[in-house]
């Protein structure tokens, strides 16, 4: 297995440079653009990895991935792909962070090249770009569709105000509204405040029965803030409501805080990327950040459709076909609007950890679509 070398003097790469096989004469040419170095440089080199596993794993001898370094920045990126389109690059993917692409969808688009962005912003979806990163909207539906087969149809949500939380409400908003449920409270809180209380009291005030109005609250929120807001609601007599959360939840800990244990939260399935996690330690000495299977996932994605008889598969028909692709985190596919969905389970909080309580579907079929 090679791993990237630093080669201050290299061209194209930034200070990296990698030849997965030195094929001068490949027919399929795929660019790959990561944070190497600068900002996000503690996770490119990571999902750089996991990219060179995977074209280990299934791409065919005409195939050749550039790896294309962004140096964490939208003019990086943009410079990167326009390096990698005039190497040839016939599909992007990356890159990683939302504000980079707008630029690289341009700099392809002019090009015909699509791209497949590793972003979770729905709102730079659409055209020629892809977004494969782990979008709320889709799990907001997954775990709230969930709760209501489990007679749960009055739901409130206490979030951060921050781009996430207001993504999560918006979603929320949107699949109770057409859905049948009744989106009970909305309450923001100010995520750099020292004093949560004053927000968990005000999601907590009584209905006109003495009780709060709703059966399921979302926390969309991790680390010490979801743990701070969870003990809280027992003691503002918010009991007997099923709590619910985001993949942000899949931390193994969680269940360290009493008042999170039984609650819902959607991911993708934990014993799919085992063993992907265990090869990758084993490879590289270290346990994969989560955002690793994006890259393997992307790279044998565009390996697969490299393998397609006659021109490689990398045109929207192809990539939005909705029977959809088998990855490491399950099964997926690409929207017309350019996000992505994902055969999701939902996972359970303990004190051990998580279990699954409703498996993620093995395919589009079966999960009803």
Do not use: C
């Amino acid at each position: 297995m090679q791993t990237a070398q630093r080669d201050p003097n290299a061209e194209g790469y930034g200070p990296f440079q990698f030849d997965p096989f030195g094929r001068s004469g490949a027919r399929v040419k795929v660019a790959l653009l990561l944070p190497l170095t600068g900002r996000g440089s503690e996770l490119g080199p990571a999902m750089f990895n996991a990219a060179q596993m995977a074209l280990f794993d299934t791409a065919p001898e005409d195939f050749e991935l550039l790896p294309r370094d962004t140096n964490g920045t939208p003019e990086g990126a943009q410079a990167a792909a326009q390096a990698a389109i005039a190497d040839g690059a016939q599909l992007i993917l990356g890159p990683l962070f939302s504000a980079s692409v707008p630029p690289v969808k341009s700099v392809a688009e002019t090009a015909g090249v699509n791209v497949i962005a590793f972003t979770n912003d729905r709102t730079v979806a659409g055209g020629n770009a892809l977004v494969l990163g782990f979008v709320p909207s889709g799990q907001v539906a997954r775990v709230v569709r969930h709760s209501m087969e489990q007679g749960l149809l009055r739901y409130a949500i206490l979030a951060p105000d921050t781009p996430y939380g207001q993504a999560i409400v918006a979603a929320l908003q949107e699949f109770t509204a057409a859905n049948g449920a009744v989106l009970e409270r909305v309450q923001y809180y100010d995520p750099a405040t020292p004093d949560l209380s004053p927000s968990v009291e005000r999601i907590a005030e009584p209905g006109l029965f003495g009780t709060v109005p709703y059966d399921a609250i979302m926390l969309p929120d991790t680390g010490l803030r979801l743990r701070a807001v969870a003990a809280m609601l027992p003691y503002f007599d918010v009991r007997q409501v099923q709590l619910l959360g985001t993949g942000i939840w899949d931390e193994p800990d969680l269940g360290l805080e009493p008042s999170l244990v039984g609650g819902w939260f959607a991911a993708p399935q934990p014993d799919l990327r085992y063993d992907f996690e265990q090869r990758y330690d084993a490879l590289f000495g270290q346990r994969p950040p989560r955002l690793a299977t994006l890259a393997y996932d992307s790279v044998a994605l565009a390996a697969a459709l490299a393998s397609l008889p006659g021109e490689p598969g990398f045109d929207m028909a192809t990539l939005t076909d909705p029977s959809g692709f088998a990855g490491v985190d399950g099964v997926f596919r690409f929207h017309e609007t350019g996000l992505v969905e994902r055969g999701l389970a939902i996972l359970q909080v303990t004190s051990e950890g998580s279990d699954v309580v409703s498996t993620a579907p093995v395919s589009f079929a079966l999960a009803g679509s």
